[in-house]
């Protein structure tokens, strides 16, 4: 009987290890919340260097009917 016992009570200190180990992780929400913070800025700075791309082409092409009407 004492090594059932003892099997017993080491199964329940195993339980009770697994148990507070899965309550000190971080959620799945507060995971996902870090990650989008992470990554909000990269986004951010992608949009804006979309923007700039925009801007340099579209004045490109500006410069070039400009030039086409100059010529005409």
Known sequence: MSFIETFVGEMKDMMKQI??????????Q???NELWKSVQPILHAQKNLS?????THMEL???MVDARYKDT
């Open 61 to 63: 092409i500006r410069i």
């Open 19 to 28: 148990l507070e180990v899965s309550k000190s992780q971080p959620s799945t």
């Open 30 to 32: 507060q995971t996902a």
């Open 51 to 55: 923007e700039i791309n925009h801007n």
